[in-house]
């Protein structure tokens, strides 16, 4: 069954270091977005994807951060400058059409030092 | 503006034990979406299900059972005969219109169900 993959599992880093996650959606899907989860909370959205452009963000989803899909597979989120508050459990999401679901990734974890 | 709300914010039965996952949701829209996904001790977020809001109609697949009742803008979902391996955190989650390119989820809080043998 295709699934969404994420890399690395998990990251650790410095503040005010860049780091990039990287995701592969499901192969023909077309909308993709990135959540976090700070650990013991809830879900919260920062960005979807779709048409090679953003097509809405959340507050959270700050000049610090950027999406690409520099490739018809990858869909990565960069952070420019890590922060303290940035560590939390990233997914990756994608879903086939507008009325569909969307699937998971399994998440990256980064720790910010 | 959506939002979700899961007032328990943790559930402990014995197995075989029904348990019943409450969900309200706040939403200006007409046309909306409600979604249950599950996250396993491994971190992962797993699908369950679906609803739009034109089908209050209650849904049953195999243990798991969801109530939508638009009146009191719920979203319950109940485990019968509970598992040891239905030990997870249960996300209730609001899209608005999802003919919008953006149509995010908005989650809920979550609710940690702990099965004990």
């Known amino acids: 069954e295709p699934e969404v993959t994420q890399t690395p599992s998990h990251q650790v880093t410095q503040m005010g270091q860049e780091v990039i996650l990287r995701c592969v959606p499901i192969s023909n899907h077309l909308y993709f977005y990135w959540y976090r989860q700070i650990l013991g909370q809830k879900v919260e959205f920062l960005v979807s994807?779709?048409?090679?452009?953003?097509?809405?963000k959340s507050e959270i989803f700050d000049d610090q951060f950027s999406v690409e899909r520099p490739d018809g597979s990858n869909f990565t989120l960069k952070i420019r400058s890590t922060k303290l508050e940035d560590s939390a459990m990233y997914f990756c999401?994608?879903?086939?059409?507008?009325?569909?679901?969307?699937?998971f990734g399994p998440g990256t974890r980064l720790t910010v030092l | 503006a959506q939002k979700v709300t899961q007032a328990q914010t943790e559930i402990s039965v014995v197995e075989k034990e029904d348990v019943t996952l409450d969900c309200v949701y706040e939403?200006?829209?007409?046309?909306?979406?409600l979604f249950w996904y599950k996250q396993p001790p491994s971190g992962e977020l797993v699908f369950l299900i679906r609803r739009n809001s034109f089908d209050e109609q209650n849904e049953i697949s195999g243990r798991y059972s969801w109530n939508f009742q638009k009146s009191t803008s719920s979203f319950n979902f109940t485990i019968t005969a509970s598992q040891v391996v239905d030990s997870a955190v249960y996300f209730c989650?609001?899209?608005?219109?999802?003919?919008?390119?953006?149509?995010?989820?908005?989650f809920g809080g979550g609710t940690r169900v702990l099965v004990k043998p």
């Open positions: 999401a994608s879903k086939g059409g507008a009325y569909n679901e969307q699937f």
């Open positions: 989650a609001l899209s608005e219109d999802l003919k919008a390119a953006g149509n995010k989820l908005t």
């Open positions: 939403t200006r829209d007409t046309t909306y979406y």
């Open positions: 994807f779709y048409n090679n452009e953003i097509s809405e």
